[in-house]
């Protein structure tokens, strides 16, 4: 059986506009990490080329801390871009993020660790979204449209709240880099019998920072991404029946 001593798990904060929470998140991510008492952990904190002063604020906590780094990125590269990054240079066994928005609680990082020898995922759901009535509304309709497009049965496939076998993204590629990214990787990994354990988990208020979530032009995006990702999967389960 794994211990927590057996376990590496990289961790990493995806930051754009969060200066006024991402220093929350970091000091409870190290605490509960320290607690845990792993065989080694590494905190990554991937700022978005943010206007406001979360690079800066993100140097104090690597320079306060020595298992915490930061990557800057001088642009903008986007939310699907800053996750993607952060999963395929993850450098253990095990990889964890959450959002640097402060929406969740890290003291819940302990019972998905306890998990791990259980299976491949540790994946959490939201068991009441602080959200607004629109963005529930949306958030309701596509995991409806996810659960009838490709017949996955995750609770809340977009929750960011994760433990994944880094291995699994040296066999996948994804398409997209943006917010349909999420989405995507659980499709995948469900397509390769990739086991998963589910977990509610307390979301939080957004207190500081924006949200930039559910605009419009990224809801029309998700649905192209939608419609191309499900020919895409067909051709390729058509292609291996031929074999």
Not at 174 to 203: C, P, S, W
Request: proline content about 2%.
């Amino acid at each position: 059986m794994i211990t927590n001593k057996d376990i590496r798990l990289s961790v990493f904060f995806p930051a754009y506009h969060d200066e006024k929470n991402i220093d929350k998140v970091v000091h409870k991510a190290v605490e509960v990490l320290e607690d845990l008492n792993l065989k080694d952990y590494e905190i990554t904190i991937i700022e978005d080329g943010s206007p406001d002063k979360t690079a800066e604020v993100a140097d104090n906590l690597a320079a306060r801390y020595p298992k915490v780094r930061v990557v800057h990125h001088e642009k903008n590269k986007g939310y699907g871009a800053t996750l993607w990054e952060g999963f395929t240079t993850a450098g253990f066994e095990y990889v964890f993020y959450t959002d640097g928005d402060n929406q969740f609680d890290l003291d819940e990082l302990r019972k998905f660790v306890a998990l791990i020898p259980f299976s491949d995922m540790v994946i959490g759901y939201r068991k009441k979204k602080q959200y607004s009535k629109y963005r529930k509304l949306t958030s309701f309709v596509y995991n409806f449209v996810l659960r009838l497009v490709f017949d996955t049965d995750y609770i809340d496939i977009d929750c960011a709240f994760k433990i994944i076998k880094t291995e699994l993204f040296r066999q996948i590629n994804v398409k997209t880099k943006d917010a349909f990214i999420d989405a995507e990787i659980m499709i995948r990994a469900r397509l390769l019998g990739y086991t998963f354990t589910e977990v509610g988990v307390r979301h939080l208020p957004r207190v500081d920072g924006v949200s930039t979530a559910a605009r419009p032009s990224i809801i029309f995006r998700t649905i192209r991404e939608i419609i191309g990702l499900k020919k895409e999967i067909k051709k390729e389960l058509h292609d291996r029946r031929n074999k």
